[in-house]
């Protein structure tokens, strides 16, 4: 029989989410229960806007396209937080998925996110509120970040991520790096979510 395929799907401005993606990847190769595919949404900013950001290029991974999402069996999404919600190019590729929709192609297809954010804990859980109609629209099937194997990083550092999904806090300048508990945590999710779509698949 074969393995379910799960898609490790993010946009990372600065670097943080792919970062995170490298350790969620880690977990879902850990359960050895999936095959792995990494891909990155398209970029809808232009070359002189990224640069004008001082955004670093981006990295030598596939970019999804609709056609391609329908082939997965499950979904790890990855984004920063924007004033509490996706990033627009999330948006955008998400906004070109009717195709998808109105043949229910991703229905009862299992579905969990990751982030960054600017602050501790700033937009982290309404950004996950706000991708929730994304996935109910299309019928997926949100999974938490579930497993705890992590840790609890109390609160003597500063820990990204949260039961919605792992993370990572960038600061304002972007210049924290992801630490060993939020890429612990990432990989924790990664191994989780194979376990689950593992048995949506069985």
Not at 27 to 39: H, N, P, Q, T
Not at 64 to 85: Q, Y
Not at 173 to 200: C, H, M
């Amino acid at each position: 029989m074969a393995r379910p395929k799960v898609f490790v799907v993010f946009y990372s401005t600065y670097g943080h989410v792919h970062t995170i993606s490298k350790s969620i990847k880690e977990g879902l190769e850990k359960s050895a229960l999936v095959d792995v595919e990494v891909y990155q949404f398209p970029e809808t900013l232009s070359e002189s806007v990224l640069q004008s950001m001082y955004a670093p290029p981006k990295p030598d991974i596939p970019v999804i396209t609709v056609d391609k999402l329908a082939e997965a069996d499950g979904f790890l999404f990855g984004f920063p937080t924007r004033f509490g919600s996706a990033p627009a190019q999330v948006k955008a590729f998400f906004d070109s998925t009717g195709s998808l929709w109105v043949k229910g192609t991703l229905s009862g297809k299992p579905a969990g996110i990751f982030f960054s954010t600017a602050s501790q804990h700033g937009g982290q859980e309404t950004t996950a509120f706000s991708f929730l109609p994304v996935l109910a629209h299309h019928g997926m099937v949100f999974v938490p970040a579930l497993s705890t194997s992590a840790g609890n990083p109390g609160v003597d550092q500063v820990a990204g991520g949260s039961p919605w999904g792992a993370g990572t806090v960038a600061g304002s300048d972007g210049a924290r790096q992801p630490t060993e508990y939020d890429l612990a945590a990432a990989v924790a999710q990664g191994e989780s979510f194979a376990n689950i779509a593992a048995k949506l698949s069985a």
